[in-house]
T-cell receptor, first 113, second 113 residues
């Protein structure tokens, strides 16, 4: 059974600081997704990581995937208040006919001045 | 393109009532799925479909029914609502293989009293 663990679950940061969110998963998968969710809103796709060693960057966010370690990271550089949200990683359970997303519990990020 | 459209956005049901949550996509995606989101639990898969006429159960299927008569529509039926089904429901779709990620609808916030 595929399980996805994120840590930390809560993260309070100061503006301008750097931090990393970790996403570990339990079985082999080569597809990992990062989403952002603002309160009361839907999920917004941030990154799609499809292979070992994949690295993608958008603004102050950078995501990477190490399939051998079953680990993805979401690195935040010089945080700003607008990044406050809940971030989810999700791994495709590709053992079936079509990968279903298995989600971590999310990391609630709060960026303070 | 409208993307993934969910209706209604909000609903209050009495225990024992039945209702259908609607989900429609206009991207010709083969894969569609329903998730529920509860505080601290992330998103959990209810049912999914890999194409018209094909559906299967996810992690938490009890109390829910689905059908997929067309590529565009994937309704979720609550047969006899229970307070434990109070949640936010998201529909998601993707092309087969999900190399471009999954698109989520705006969600339906359901309260069962």
């Amino acid at each position: 059974e595929l399980k996805v663990e994120q840590n930390p679950l809560f993260l309070s940061m100061q503006e301008g600081k750097n931090y990393t969110i970790y996403c570990n998963y339990s079985t082999t998968s080569d597809r990992l997704y990062w989403y952002r969710q603002d309160p009361g809103k839907s999920l917004e796709s941030l990154f799609v990581l499809l292979s070992n060693g994949a690295v993608k960057q958008e603004g102050r966010l950078m995501a990477s995937l190490d399939t051998k370690a079953r680990l993805s990271t979401l690195h935040i550089t010089a945080a700003v208040h607008d990044l406050s949200a809940t971030y989810f990683c999700a791994v495709s359970n590709y053992g079936g006919s079509q990968g279903n997303l298995i989600f971590g519990k999310g990391t609630k990020l709060s960026v303070k001045p | 393109n409208a993307g993934v459209t969910q209706t209604p956005k909000f609903q209050v049901l009495k225990t024992g009532q039945s209702m259908t949550l609607q989900c429609a996509q206009d991207m010709n995606h083969e894969y569609m799925s329903w998730y529920r989101q509860d505080p601290g639990m992330g998103l959990r898969l209810i049912h999914y479909s890999v194409g018209a006429g094909i559906t299967d159960q996810g992690e938490v299927p009890n109390g829910y029914n689905v059908s997929r008569s067309t590529t565009e529509d994937f309704p979720l039926r609550l047969l006899s609502a229970a307070p434990s089904q109070t949640s936010v429901y998201f529909c998601a779709s993707s092309w087969t293989g999900a190399r471009y990620g999954y698109t989520f609808g705006s969600g339906t916030r359901l309260t069962v009293v």
